[in-house]
């Protein structure tokens, strides 16, 4: 009976002090690591949910997962004619010199291209560009076009002064040119017209006129 009682006693020695160390062991776990929670308690690597829906939208350049061009890039132009006020939309294959930049890169070869653009757009009044929208699934770039106005015609009068022909400006108040034609080798017609200051559109039918009487 002694032997059973020491056996027993040993026991529960030893249970008393597992669970004691059981105990202290939870408490330091719970101390040391305060917002861990029940359960096994892994890292990964993988972007959670919250993180894919971030990467969906557009980022910051050099942002973690930020969006590049690639080649199935849709790539979107609007085309704005500021004289007309019409916008013309289409989709053109993505030009090999913009894939793998993102949206910063972008940015600065259409600033690029607006500065410099090809011959062909300098033709048809290419003003400015932006980029309206970036991902790597759609970028939309906007062109604006507006031709420049020609200079409406300078219009000219001619006055006989000193028997001669002198060219005023439309005005009146300057003289363009002083001419050596003499008023007596013009028809009468003519002569008349100039007395009464004859109108002239334009410096290509000034000189014409001129050329044409000029001795």
Same mark, same amino acid.
């Not at 015609?153 to 006055?159: G, Q, T």
């Given at each position: 009976?002694?032997?059973?009682?020491?056996?027993?006693?040993?026991?529960?020695?030893?249970?008393?002090?597992?669970?004691?160390?059981?105990?202290?062991?939870?408490? $330091?776990?719970?101390?040391?690591?305060?917002?861990?929670?029940?359960?096994?308690?892994?890292?990964?690597?993988?972007?959670?949910?919250?993180?894919?829906?971030?990467?969906?939208?557009?980022?910051?350049?050099?942002?973690?997962?930020?969006?590049?061009?690639?080649?199935?890039?849709?790539?979107?132009?609007?085309?704005?004619?500021?004289?007309?006020?019409?916008?013309?939309?289409?989709?053109?294959?993505?030009?090999?010199?913009?894939?793998?930049?993102?949206?910063?890169?972008?940015?600065?070869?259409?600033?690029?291209?607006?500065?410099?653009?090809?011959?062909?757009?300098?033709?048809?009044?290419?003003?400015?560009?932006?980029?309206?929208?970036?991902?790597?699934?759609?970028?939309?770039?906007?062109?604006?076009?507006?031709?420049?106005?020609?200079?409406?015609?300078?219009?000219?009068?001619?006055?006989?002064?000193?028997?001669?022909?002198?060219?005023?400006?439309?005005?009146?108040?300057?003289? $363009?040119?002083?001419?050596?034609?003499?008023?007596?080798?013009?028809?009468?017609?003519?002569?008349?017209?100039?007395?009464?200051?004859?109108?002239?559109?334009?410096?290509?039918?000034?000189?014409?006129?001129?050329?044409?009487?000029?001795?």
């Amino acid at each position: 009976m002694k032997f059973i009682g020491k056996v027993s006693l040993f026991f529960i020695l030893g249970t008393l002090v597992f669970a004691a160390g059981a105990y202290a062991n939870a408490t $330091y776990v719970k101390w040391f690591y305060p917002n861990r929670e029940s359960g096994p308690y892994f890292l990964s690597d993988t972007p959670q949910e919250g993180a894919e829906r971030e990467i969906e939208g557009d980022l910051p350049a050099g942002a973690p997962y930020a969006d590049v061009i690639d080649s199935d890039t849709v790539f979107q132009i609007e085309e704005y004619d500021r004289d007309a006020d019409t916008t013309v939309e289409h989709d053109e294959d993505i030009p090999g010199k913009y894939i793998g930049m993102d949206r910063e890169s972008f940015v600065d070869a259409m600033a690029s291209y607006e500065v410099s653009p090809p011959l062909e757009e300098q033709q048809r009044g290419l003003i400015s560009v932006e980029v309206l929208a970036f991902s790597a699934e759609r970028v939309r770039v906007r062109k604006s076009y507006q031709l420049p106005k020609e200079p409406e015609a300078e219009n000219f009068y001619l006055v006989a002064e000193d028997h001669h022909i002198t060219v005023y400006t439309e005005d009146m108040q300057n003289v $363009y040119l002083y001419t050596n034609i003499s008023m007596e080798s013009l028809p009468a017609g003519l002569q008349e017209e100039i007395i009464e200051r004859k109108l002239i559109h334009g410096e290509d039918n000034l000189y014409h006129f001129l050329e044409s009487y000029s001795s």
